[in-house]
């Protein structure tokens, strides 16, 4: 069991929050282009799951939902990086490609999956510390 907040506790509690808010973020995207690839499922479904074991772990200071919490956030942090190489290859197929600045405005953003992979690395760090 937690005993007070202390700082790791707080920061997993984050996580789970700022998943929420990536998820939606995520759905929103990802819904506006139809999900015309498979992989746009993976953070809509694996989001909300991290999130509920983020937050369930910020108040049940469980062994087994610490190591679950653990491997969901390496599988986090290999997505949101495979999920920046699939947006980098989004913007490489518009028009123009990498040479027109203006594909990394309006193309699929190259740094919200990165935000993931942060964000992931950030509740590891936050579990393992100390």
């Given amino acids: 069991m937690w005993q007070?907040?202390?700082?790791?506790r707080v920061l997993i509690?984050?996580?789970?929050?700022?998943?929420?808010?990536?998820?939606v973020q995520v759905t929103l995207f990802h819904s506006r282009q139809n999900f015309r690839h498979w992989a746009m499922w993976v953070p809509?479904?694996?989001?909300?799951?991290?999130?509920?074991?983020a937050i369930v772990?910020?108040?049940?200071?469980a062994g087994w939902l610490r190591w679950l919490f653990?491997?969901?956030?390496?599988?986090?942090?290999?997505?949101?990086?495979?999920g920046a190489y699939l947006h980098t290859a989004g913007v490489k197929q518009r028009v123009g490609g990498f040479s027109q600045s203006q594909n990394f405005l309006v193309g699929p953003?190259?740094?919200?999956?990165?935000?993931?992979t942060a964000i992931a690395a950030?509740?590891?760090?936050?579990?393992?510390?100390g």
Avoid: D, Q
Avoid at 4 to 8: K, L, S, V
Avoid at 57 to 61: E, G, I, K, Q, R
Avoid at 72 to 82: A, C, E, K, L, P
């Fill in 4 to 8: 007070g907040w202390p700082i790791e």
């Fill in 109 to 116: 953003p190259v740094i919200l999956p990165l935000l993931i």
């Fill in 13 to 23: 509690l984050f996580t789970g929050l700022a998943f929420i808010l990536i998820a």
């Fill in 57 to 61: 772990l910020s108040f049940v200071n």
């Fill in 70 to 82: 653990a491997l969901m956030m390496i599988v986090g942090m290999g997505g949101g990086v495979y």
């Fill in 122 to 129: 950030l509740g590891l760090l936050a579990l393992f510390w």
């Fill in 44 to 53: 809509v479904i694996e989001l909300p799951v991290f999130a509920v074991t």
